[in-house]
């Protein structure tokens, strides 16, 4: 901003980053605006002219179709109960362990963020052996539990609210403390207030990682009964890309796209609403140089 | 860990500790309430505790695994390092960490410096900017599986847009995703869409803490635009910039839900991506390898984002 201060007399410039900035938003939004409206379209259409789109040809029968093949409502409903369950959780227990590592110090902290970095750093992929064996062991396996407990006080949610958590300033916990605040006042009453806009950030990410997680649900609950919406998009998928003999390659696109669509829409409505949290917080709960 | 060893009240602590020497009697800061001193376990309890249930005891349970030639029901055998030693020897192992090395250098590079460039572009400007923002940031959070479905029709060689629209510039189809040249850079075009615009939130982010008067010092001394953002702008940056660039390196390496779903690591073993490698020993319940995969992986991935690190704080 302060470039275009100085440069104010220059506004060529500012033409060429705005003609940049448009062609990149285009192209980042067409694949979801051609699925959105491509899957309105006759099936046979998608194929035969992927760029056209004709008012007239609207249709909802790639979505009957996808609603009698798979079972995406049961989807939905396993994703909602996954995310208010497991999103409950990080949204509590992480900023209150964040809380802990910004603001105390006490034997065995670093040891324990170390472990913190070390989750973060661990490919999902490796641990899901053993932790399929040990749902087993325990009988979870296809069961809520076995999708909501493993990774439910999320490594990176600490990471990042520790550093919006240091910018709180300590005399206002001291203030408190002197107010005859206990500890645990001092984090909902003084620090959740004072990070609201990181916290926010936070919720979103949540929400958005909850809902999209795919590798552990794929493994943890691979019966119809327990698929969560994306394990559901998943079988369609392998359908098409699998084995195309038996179903009609053209049907199976437009279901396809359908439930594409049907999985974007939440999340777009979500965001588009809540975006200035989300984008503020993020901006809120950066690195620090 | 330490919540049980050692009881904290005992503990001497660094900062507003029981110092014995101190002579001052009874200040109020002098020693800590029990209450102020177990708080933070208490705080960081249900981490310990999920980390020790599903982090260290899968480790562990990995760990013996790998030396096991166990196939999920029978008994296992104990061979020593014979998984490792196949892995290390076979050739699946090294292409599936060479595919995903390839991924990276089709990735991280052009990623950050695309990231840079629209953050120096959305922080010069004003109208728009929020139009702007939401944009990029909306292929972060559409559902990867559902991204990846779209991907699989807009490139499919016969029917998709992708081609539809090359044609219709009297281009030559390309096959997007069934020829291994091409499947790719196809992938990474995936990845690409959707994570950058996360990357210029954290770059956005490292601009924004920039001082602004430098940019007017810079340019009452003549410094061009250019010149602004190669001598304040990107060593100013560097703390995001290494951050991006681990955080997107470890995606990278652990990438596993593209190709599964996309190509499933076709074709022949062209994206069969170091995640996918490991995931395919599960499916054939090849579990004592897997570990060992698993195992060898978690080095790998840890060495790479230690070197970074390294690297982070060599600058400081």
Known sequence: MTTLGVRQRKPRPLLGSHAFLLVLTVALLAPVVWAILSSFKPAGEIIRNPLGFDPATFTLANFRGMFQDVPIGSGFLNTGIVLVAKGAITMFCAPLAAYAFAKYRFAGRNLIFGAVLLTLMLPTIVLVIPLLLEMKELGWVNTYQALILPGSVDAFAIFWMRQVIAAVPDELLDAARVDGCGEFGIFWRVVVPAIRPGLAGLGVLTIMNIYNDFVWPVVAASSSRMATLQVVLSTLAQNISGNRVGADYATVTGELLAAASIALVPLLILFIVLQKHFINGILAGSVKG | ?316
């Open chain 2, 1 to 316: 860990m330490t919540t049980r060893s050692a009881s904290p009240a005992t503990k001497v602590f660094r900062e507003p500790a029981v110092e014995p020497r101190a002579r001052a009697p009874r200040r109020r800061r002098r020693t800590l309430p029990l209450r102020r001193l177990l708080a933070p376990y208490v705080f960081v309890l249900p981490f310990v505790l999920v980390f020790l249930a599903f982090s260290v005891y899968p480790l562990f349970f990995t760990l013996r695994l790998s030396f096991t030639d166990w196939h999920g029901s029978g008994a296992a055998h104990w061979i020593g390092f014979d998984n490792y030693r196949y892995l290390l020897t076979s050739s699946g192992f090294w292409s599936s960490l060479g595919n995903s090395g390839v991924l990276w250098l089709l990735i991280v590079p052009a990623q950050i410096v695309l990231a840079v460039l629209v953050a120096v572009l959305l922080n010069a400007i004003k109208r728009l900017r929020g139009f702007y923002r939401v944009a990029f940031v909306v292929p972060f959070v559409t559902p990867l599986v559902a991204v990846a479905q779209i991907w699989i029709v807009l490139f499919d060689q016969d029917n998709g847009a992708v081609n539809a629209m090359l044609g219709a510039v009297g281009l030559p189809p390309v096959g997007w995703l069934v020829t291994s040249g091409w499947a790719k850079p196809t992938l990474a075009l995936l990845f690409l869409w959707k994570t950058t615009g996360f990357v210029v939130l954290i770059v956005l982010s490292g601009l924004q803490q920039i001082d602004r008067g430098l940019y007017e010092a810079a340019s009452l001394d003549g410094a061009g635009r250019i010149r602004q953002l190669r001598t304040i702008t990107v060593p100013l940056l560097r703390r995001s910039l290494m951050f991006s660039l681990v955080l997107q390196t470890l995606a990278v390496f652990q990438m596993f839900a593209e190709p599964y779903v996309v190509t499933k690591g076709g074709p022949y073993t062209s994206t069969t991506t170091a995640g996918l490698y490991l995931y395919n020993h599960i499916t054939r319940a090849d579990l004592g390898t897997g570990a060992a995969n698993s195992f060898l992986l978690v080095i790998v991935v840890m060495a790479v984002s230690l070197l970074f690190v390294r690297l982070l704080r060599a600058e400081d």
